[in-house]
């Protein structure tokens, strides 16, 4: 059964940064970052193809986040400089065993709680 777990959020002051970790189970094929804000739905952060390609950004962090993988480790990535407070959220890894449609299974998630 895959897997994925999530690590590496936490408080920190606007401006600042943090690098998400995800690690799986299995290679998929599509891995993405979302994120859910107290009271809203989630939202897609950021994409990108197990092979390296096909990565995509949400306008909102587009610039400012980097998704990235260590095939060797199975992880994925996601670095976030130049945080705003309206990047708090519950961040959660998702992966898809196909290119299109919905992810198939979900971490836990990690808060990141940026304050101002």
């Known amino acids: 059964q895959e897997q994925l777990v999530e690590s590496g959020g936490g408080l920190v002051q606007a401006g600042g940064s943090l690098r998400l970790s995800c690690a799986a189970s299995a290679r998929a094929f599509t891995i993405g970052w979302f994120r859910q804000a107290p009271g809203k739905e989630r939202k897609f952060v950021a994409s990108m193809r197990w092979s390296g390609g096909n990565i995509s950004y949400a306008a909102s962090v587009k610039g400012r986040f980097t998704i990235s993988r260590d095939g060797a480790q199975n992880t994925v990535y996601l670095q976030m400089n130049s945080l705003k407070t309206e990047d708090t959220a519950v961040y959660y890894c998702?992966?898809?065993?196909?290119?299109?449609?919905?992810?198939?299974?979900w971490g836990q998630g990690t808060q990141v709680t940026v304050s101002s």
């Open positions: 998702g992966a898809r065993r196909k290119a299109f449609g919905d992810y198939d299974y």
